[in-house]
């Protein structure tokens, strides 16, 4: 298992990590080529770098960006008998009555005795840090479900608890809104617009799925920096779809209840429920895109979709595959004892290694005969 994990699956955890962070920049890119779009679209394209992170299938491709600087790993031809040869050679036995020879295989080490390579070590610290994000991802929705017991029912899926400073959606196939104590009778219909708005675009999935993303690729900067402005940005589309069913007379109200909920909490990203709250950067956004509403424009989706497009073909595909050499597919235990088994050394080798084995599987004549 071991042996899996370092050849096979971590190594297949780097290359979606290195496609990925090619993803992200792609994806950074159109926001700025969309900063005066709807943030929608750039959302949307958030959805193609979590594919990325999350599937390990490569489509391939009679041409790919990756392809063209993937170098094939070349076989190494062993010519020489190494140790293990050798030593398989000093146990051999010959019976002259017969001419048959009896071989006596020096056995391997045992595995509890072996050392860890730094390949085997790198992967399990990258297990170890897996599993540690995934437990505080349990923990926390274990400690969130406990506070909500005594949440009561007030509509529908809407449930209000006084333990809750912020309202947001918890559950995956029967998603529920919890909505705090604190909001008064006219800020509800804002928050619960805002809210139904995320279960509409499966905003609850998309959030665990990044979680997922964030337990694989927990060393990657560039994973943690996505799921952030994915974040932020399914906000920011919230924001406008609310405003835009609410009305125009509607938006100063929207804004100061969304002023009073998200000032004064600190959003986690590692919380398995989408909430309503941020501070910074992203309160500032979501209050600039208030102030200042734009309008779905077909250059901005047409930009998005070619982005989009670009990054999956980037990302997605690699180049027709060849040959596979033997050492890309059996493990080096295996290709040591084929090629022992193959080598022919010359007279001198065999000579010598006989000479280093004492000499003592030939008689004197036959000594004298290979002589």
């Not at 290195?18 to 159109?30: Q, S």
């Not at 929207?254 to 989408?274: E, N, P, Q, V, W």
């Not at 004892?337 to 004492?358: F, I, M, T, W, Y």
Request: charge should be neutral; glycine fraction near 6%; include cysteine.
């Amino acid at each position: 298992m071991l042996h899996t994990l370092s050849y096979s699956v971590f190594p297949a955890v780097l290359r979606m990590s290195l496609y990925g962070a090619a993803a992200v920049a792609a994806v950074l890119l159109a926001r700025l080529l969309l900063r005066r779009a709807p943030k929608v679209f750039s959302y949307v394209l958030w959805l193609v770098v979590l594919f990325r992170l999350l599937c390990p299938v490569t489509v391939q491709a009679p041409f790919s960006l990756w392809g063209a600087v993937e170098q094939p790993a070349e076989e190494t031809a062993v010519r020489l008998i190494p140790a293990e040869g050798r030593a398989w050679l000093a146990g051999t036995t010959h019976d002259a009555a017969d001419g048959d020879t009896a071989m006596d295989t020096v056995p391997a080490p045992a595995e509890e005795t072996r050392r860890l390579t730094a390949r085997e070590w790198t992967a399990l610290v990258w297990l170890a840090g897996a599993a540690v994000m995934a437990g505080y991802g349990v923990v926390s929705l274990l400690r969130l479900r406990r506070r909500l017991i005594g949440a009561v029912w007030y509509e529908e899926n809407v449930y209000i608890t006084h333990r809750v400073p912020t309202p947001f959606v918890l559950g995956l196939v029967r998603p529920r809104i919890f909505l705090p104590a604190s909001l008064t009778e006219e800020e509800r219909p804002y928050i619960l617009l805002h809210e139904r708005y995320h279960i509409k675009r499966w905003d609850h999935v998309v959030k665990l799925l990044y979680f997922t993303a964030l337990c694989i690729h927990w060393f990657d900067p560039f994973v943690w920096w996505a799921a952030a402005l994915s974040r932020t940005d399914a906000e920011l589309a919230c924001d406008a779809a609310a405003v835009q069913s609410l009305g125009e007379a509607e938006r100063a109200a929207y804004g100061r209840t969304l002023l009073r909920m998200t000032c004064h909490t600190h959003a986690r990203l590692l919380s398995a429920a989408t909430t309503m709250s941020g501070r910074g950067g992203q309160l500032r956004a979501r209050i600039h895109a208030l102030a200042k509403p734009v309008k779905p424009a077909l250059p901005a989706l047409l930009t998005a979709v070619l982005i989009a497009v670009f990054a999956a073909g980037c990302t997605m595909t690699g180049s027709v595959a060849q040959d596979t050499p033997a050492s890309e597919t059996e493990p080096q235990e295996v290709l040591v004892s084929a090629r022992v088994e193959e080598a022919e050394p010359s007279d001198k080798q065999l000579k010598a290694l006989l000479d280093d084995a004492g000499g003592s599987v030939l008689s004197d004549s036959e000594k004298a005969a290979f002589d």
